[in-house]
């Protein structure tokens, strides 16, 4: 995969990586709990990684939404990090360039997406 691909789909990654952040602590505002108090404290003060290990504990259908789309932005992340970036997780075949820029978090080839059910 071409290193100027990798690179747009990483600033894609990383501006969505920020905008959910930052819904998240929105999010997490409107909650008035004590628990999510300590857990918004922590999460201005933690390493950026561990926020969806951080926001498992909140029983709040839009942030697990967040938390769970923030967990496959940084899974994709971490694969560019590696190098490993692109590759269907089932038959290990380059993902199409135009089903990543679809969606940057694609863990699939489209072949494989097909047969798969949910
Ligand atoms: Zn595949």
Redesign the pocket.
Known sequence: MRAAFILLIRQKLEEEQSVLRQHIVQCLHTHSDLNTKIILQQLTESDEQSWPELLATIYSEPLQQLRSRLEMVEAALSQIHIGQYGS??????T?SSETLLMDPTEQ??A??KKHRRY
């Not at 269907?88 to 075949?93: A, G, T, V, W």
């Open positions: 269907c997780s089932d038959c290990e075949k993902i699939r080839c072949e494989c």
